[in-house]
């Protein structure tokens, strides 16, 4: 039975989930604290840290180079331990400068994991089954990320473990997984020969496009919608905590059901539910005056990150079978490249509007609304979009 685990690709691709949030679930969640009370940052050099992070999910388009010399697999392997390094390295130099390198090694293994991730998922899933799979798979990543939060709580309230031996645990798991993995799995052959060169395809400008909007939407939520609950609602940390495992529990149930439904009604209707659900959530955002509807906003909010399964099963009908992985790495840059500059320009605005900032991301909402109307009903190779003739 084990043996057969081994031998399964769909195995390989929970246990990179699970590992990947394992280590970067843990990362997160202390960063803020550990940054404060041991490194002594101050709001600047968080705020560089966050950029730093993000630099190699915008460069993540180096995979394909790195892909010349070294297999898929392989990388992910490469990957997740760098993920594991980093992490477990991030507590024993709390410094400004020791943070910064940990939180390099630590981003370019996860970036590159995640994108490697994303690329075997479209290659190795039938594209009948893939949402329910990825909505299967999204689920298991949330129960990660809730077993990682019990975890901290104990070792922090029950055995007051410092932050590094944490960090260290963490990224230790990590790291071996990767071991592990690279030993115990089979290596599987490539169906399709993947393409080695970078390039924009425009027969894709349409997932190009939403994958953008998908980038920027992404980084309001991250940056300003928890910053909302905390400076304007004055939410403290144990309640955001809450709020995190509230998501983490119901998405557990709420992703395979999405999975389900896009296997069943299709990619165009889920990212039009998704879209509009999106401007609904950011102008209430705006405006929002209750506590109780700001909690219950955010838990929406998060939900309909699920959805964005339907995104990917969308290119995934519609590119050619060699693309998947250059396309994937290219993909990912472009959802990173409003992590660059929009939370900077975001966060000027924010001083002088709070509400002029979701405003924004429900005008951007609205964009990918309108543009979910171009996917077909049922997309394939040379049939991308509404405007082509099938």
């Keep these: 039975m084990i043996m057969n ?10 246990l990179i989930s699970i590992a990947m949030m394992f280590s970067f679930s843990s990362w997160m969640s202390l960063l803020n604290n550990f940054a404060i009370e041991i490194a002594s940052f101050d709001g600047a050099q968080i705020g560089m840290l966050q950029s730093i992070r993000e630099i190699p999910g915008f460069l993540a388009f180096g995979v394909i180079f790195v892909l010349m010399l070294v297999s898929q697999q392989r ?48 290659q190795w899933l039938d594209k009948a089954r893939a949402p329910i799979i990825l909505g299967k798979i999204t689920a298991v990543k949330s129960f990660t990320s809730l077993i990682v939060f019990v975890i901290i709580f104990v070792f922090m309230k029950f055995y007051s473990i410092e932050y590094k031996y944490i960090y260290l645990f963490f990224g230790g798991v990590t790291f071996v997984i990767g071991i592990l993995a690279w030993i115990g ?44 609950l905390v400076e304007k609602f004055g939410v403290d940390i144990h309640n955001m905590v809450s709020l ?43 405006f929002v005056e209750n506590l109780y509807f700001a909690y219950a906003l955010y838990v ?20 050619d079978p060699k693309d998947l992985a250059s396309a994937s790495a290219v993909s ?36 990918s609304f309108a543009l979910s109307f171009l996917i077909p009903q049922n997309p394939v190779m040379g049939y991308e979009t509404t405007l082509k003739k099938q």
Aim: net charge positive; glycine share 6%; with cysteine.
């Design 300 to 319: 929406v909010d998060h939900l309909l990150f699920s959805m964005t399964i339907a995104l990917k099963t969308y290119f995934q009908k519609i590119a």
């Design 185 to 228: 799995f089979e290596h599987f052959k490539d169906d399709v020969v993947q393409e080695k060169k970078l390039k924009l395809k425009k027969e894709y400008w349409l997932f190009y496009v939403l994958t953008f909007f998908a980038g920027a939407r992404r980084q309001i939520f991250m940056v300003f919608a928890s910053f909302m």
């Design 332 to 367: 990912f840059t472009i959802n990173h490249i409003a992590a660059v500059f929009l939370p900077a320009v975001l966060g000027l605005i924010w001083l002088y509007s709070h509400s002029l900032v979701f405003i924004i991301g429900a005008a951007i909402a609205i964009c």
């Design 75 to 122: 990388l992910v392997y490469i990957s997740m331990m760098f993920l594991g390094v980093g992490v477990a390295f991030t507590g024993m130099f709390p410094s400004v400068i020791g943070l910064y390198v940990t939180t390099v090694i630590m981003s370019l293994g996860f970036h590159y994991l995640e994108t490697l991730n994303q690329s075997l998922s479209l």
């Design 244 to 286: 995190l495992f509230v998501n983490s529990i119901l998405n557990i149930y709420f992703a395979p059901f999405i999975g389900r439904f896009i296997a069943k009604i299709g990619e165009r209707i889920t990212l039009r539910i998704e879209y509009l659900g999106l401007v609904l959530v950011f102008v209430s955002y705006a």
């Design 5 to 14: 685990l081994f031998k399964s690709r769909i195995a390989l691709l929970y």
